[in-house]
C-alpha cells in the first residue's frame, strides 16, 4: 500500500493500481515507439518487413471480428476493443514475471473494466437511439418495468466484473498454495513443478478471462444497437 499526500489529504493506492499503472505506461511507451517508426517511414505501402505485417494482421484482426461481431456501423470500436485486450491479457498474466499483486485480482480494477463497458455500451446504444428511443426502452413493454430494465442494463457490470475478479483471484491464490506447499515439502522442485501449472492459471486462464470480456463487450453492443431497429 503506498501513502501519496495530494493537497494535503493523503490518499492510499494499492499495490495492485500502482502495477495497473506500469502496464498503462510500457503499452503507451509502445505504441508512442510504433507510431514514431511509422512517421520515419518504416512501415511501407506494401510490407517488407515481418514487424509491418505483425502489427498490419494485428490490427486487421480486431476490425474483422468487430464487424463480425457487432456489425459495420460499430466499426469505429476496434481500437477500443483492441487497447482493452492487450491491456487486460496483460493485467491478467503479470504473475508469469513474478508480480505478486496481478492488477485483476483486486475488484476495484475489474470494476473499472466493467464500468467502461457498461459506459460505452450505453453511449452507442443513445448514439443509435438517440436519447429518446433509450428512454423509450426503459418503459418497454410496460412502464411498470422501469424498475427491471434499468436493472437489466446494470447487471453485467457486476456479472462481468466479478467473473474476472473471481477467476483471476482463484488461479493467484492457488499458485500461491501451490509454491507454499513445495517450500514446505522439498524445494528443488519449485524450479519445474509449478510450470505446467503457471501455463494453464496465468497463460491459459488469463487469454480465456480475456476473450469472455471482449466477447461479451461486443454482444452487449452489437445487442444493444439492435435492439430498437427489430421495431422500427
Do not use: C
Amino acid at each position: 500500500m503506498y501513502h501519496l499526500h495530494i493537497l494535503g489529504i493523503e490518499v492510499q493506492v494499492a499495490q495492485s493500481i500502482i502495477n495497473m499503472w506500469y502496464i498503462m505506461l510500457v503499452l503507451t511507451m509502445i505504441a508512442i515507439g510504433i507510431n514514431l517508426y511509422m512517421r520515419a517511414g518504416g512501415f511501407k505501402l506494401i510490407p517488407e518487413n515481418g514487424f509491418q505485417i505483425g502489427v498490419e494482421y494485428f490490427v486487421e484482426f480486431f476490425y474483422n471480428i468487430s464487424k463480425d461481431t457487432m456489425g459495420e456501423k460499430n466499426m469505429d470500436l476496434a481500437p477500443f476493443i483492441g487497447s482493452t485486450s492487450v491491456f487486460l491479457l496483460l493485467s491478467n498474466m503479470v504473475g508469469l514475471f513474478g508480480i505478486r499483486k496481478v492488477p485483476t485480482t483486486d475488484f476495484s480494477v475489474a470494476l473499472g473494466f466493467a464500468l467502461a463497458t457498461f459506459i460505452l455500451v450505453q453511449s452507442y446504444q443513445i448514439r443509435a437511439h438517440k436519447l429518446s428511443g433509450y428512454a423509450k426502452e426503459l418503459f418497454m413493454p410496460f412502464p411498470v418495468m422501469l424498475p427491471l430494465n434499468i436493472l437489466e442494463k446494470i447487471t453485467p457490470v457486476l456479472s462481468m466484473s466479478l467473473r474476472l475478479f473471481g477467476n483471476i483471484t482463484a488461479g493467484v491464490i492457488i499458485m500461491e498454495l501451490i509454491y507454499e506447499s513445495l517450500r514446505n515439502l522439498w524445494i528443488p522442485a519449485m524450479a519445474f513443478i509449478p510450470v505446467p501449472l503457471h501455463f494453464y492459471f496465468d497463460i491459459f486462464d488469463g487469454f480465456l478471462q480475456t476473450m469472455v470480456y471482449i466477447i461479451l463487450t461486443m454482444e452487449l453492443t452489437a445487442n444493444a444497437t439492435a435492439v430498437m431497429e427489430a421495431e422500427h
